[in-house]
């Protein structure tokens, strides 16, 4: 089982981008899938994530700006992300919950770098 994660660059701020992560493999099931990002000198923290069902949740400072989605047919979740801000610049990370022979692990994506600058 892998994720793949793509759609980062660069982009002006105000700008668009739209974030893809795929799973693949001998998968079951997956669970609650998110994006995480981690800026330079920072810790790594939950930008977003969402339910089998569509359950989402959001950290504060993306509310209103970023959009989580998922295609349980495709076993992909996106992030949109609009009006973007120089401190959103960071690596993100997709996490998915995928159950796999049975045994359910949480798996990370290798991360796609977002650089929000003029």
């Known amino acids: 089982v892998q994720l793949q994660a793509s759609g980062g660059g660069l982009v002006q701020p105000g700008g668009s981008l739209r974030l893809s992560c795929a799973a693949s493999?001998?998968?079951?099931?997956?669970?609650?899938m998110g994006w995480y990002r981690q800026a330079p000198g920072k810790q790594r923290e939950l930008v977003a994530s969402?339910?089998?069902?569509?359950?989402?949740v959001y950290t504060d400072s993306v509310k209103g700006r970023f959009t989580i989605s998922r295609d349980n047919a495709k076993n992909t979740v996106y992030l949109q992300m609009n009006s973007l801000k120089p401190e959103d610049t960071a690596v993100y990370y997709c996490k998915a919950y995928i159950t796999s022979n049975s045994v359910t692990y949480p798996y990370w994506g290798q991360g796609t770098l977002v650089t929000v600058s003029s």
């Open positions: 969402i339910t089998i069902r569509g359950g989402t």
């Open positions: 493999g001998s998968i079951f099931r997956i669970d609650d």
